[in-house]
């Protein structure tokens, strides 16, 4: 009985001793495989490393590339805007233009678009013609005998108006051609002018067209 016994209890322990020795050897197997796994995460953390600056570079180049392109679509844009406002100004100088808008929106700031229009009818008109300078802004800023063809001129209201997009529209349209006063040359309030230069008017000229508070000669 006893050797039995003892026999049991030396198996025992010997079983004890198989379940330990499996038990290390699957914590060996745990450890081995996950250190093979850091190993490997090692690896491309060490090849990420180094990707980013070749990726760095191509990104760069693929920059560099983007911005050449944005600089040629903004020089095309540039020259766009550049052929549209000429179109716009039909090959005034940029004096020409300013003076212009200025003399329409000065004459004509309490006129609708067909006013302001007429006003810029009667400049381009005698640019056209023999009697008067061949430039806008040597038109507008015209004297005789020391006084000034256009009273804003005189009074310099022309240097502080406020250009409104209604009289942009008129001088876009005079420029394209479109002509409503009749050819005139000439234009006064008859309720601002004085009884002598009115007088001039309706005995030296011909009127062509009235509208609103002006009337228009030739």
Request: charged share 25%; proline share 2%.
């Given at each position: 009985?006893?050797?039995?016994?003892?026999?049991?209890?030396?198996?025992g322990?010997?079983?004890?001793?198989?379940?330990?020795s499996?038990?290390?050897?699957d914590?060996?197997a745990?450890?081995?495989?996950?250190?093979?796994?850091?190993?490997?995460?090692?690896?491309?953390?060490?090849?990420?490393?180094?990707?980013?600056?070749?990726?760095?570079?191509?990104?760069?180049?693929?920059?560099?590339?983007?911005g050449?392109?944005?600089e040629v679509e903004?020089?095309?844009?540039?020259k766009?805007e550049a052929?549209?406002q000429?179109?716009?100004?039909?090959g005034?100088?940029?004096e020409?233009y300013d003076?212009l808008?200025?003399?329409?929106?000065?004459?004509?700031?309490?006129e609708?678009?067909?006013?302001?229009?007429?006003?810029?009818?009667?400049?381009?008109?005698?640019?056209?013609?023999?009697?008067?300078p061949?430039?806008?802004?040597?038109v507008?800023?015209?004297?005789?005998?020391?006084?000034?063809?256009?009273?804003?001129?005189?009074?310099?209201?022309?240097?502080?108006?406020?250009?409104s997009?209604?009289t942009r529209?008129?001088?876009?349209r005079?420029?394209?051609g479109?002509?409503?006063?009749?050819?005139?040359?000439?234009?006064?309030?008859?309720?601002?002018?004085?009884?002598g230069?009115?007088?001039?008017f309706?005995?030296?000229?011909?009127?062509?067209?009235?509208?609103?508070?002006?009337?228009f000669?030739?």
């Amino acid at each position: 009985m006893n050797r039995l016994r003892d026999s049991a209890i030396v198996l025992g322990l010997a079983g004890m001793l198989l379940m330990v020795s499996a038990d290390t050897k699957d914590v060996e197997a745990k450890i081995s495989y996950e250190s093979e796994v850091l190993f490997e995460d090692t690896k491309q953390s060490s090849v990420g490393a180094v990707c980013p600056a070749a990726g760095g570079r191509a990104l760069k180049l693929a920059a560099q590339a983007i911005g050449a392109e944005n600089e040629v679509e903004i020089e095309i844009e540039t020259k766009i805007e550049a052929e549209i406002q000429a179109e716009e100004t039909a090959g005034l100088s940029p004096e020409d233009y300013d003076a212009l808008l200025r003399i329409v929106e000065a004459e004509a700031s309490g006129e609708d678009e067909t006013g302001r229009l007429l006003v810029a009818n009667v400049v381009l008109n005698r640019v056209r013609a023999e009697a008067f300078p061949d430039t806008i802004q040597a038109v507008v800023y015209q004297t005789r005998d020391g006084r000034a063809q256009f009273s804003p001129v005189g009074s310099g209201k022309i240097e502080r108006v406020i250009v409104s997009d209604t009289t942009r529209i008129a001088v876009e349209r005079a420029l394209a051609g479109e002509d409503v006063s009749g050819g005139a040359l000439y234009f006064v309030n008859p309720s601002l002018a004085d009884a002598g230069a009115l007088s001039w008017f309706r005995e030296n000229l011909t009127l062509v067209r009235a509208y609103h508070d002006h009337e228009f000669y030739l």
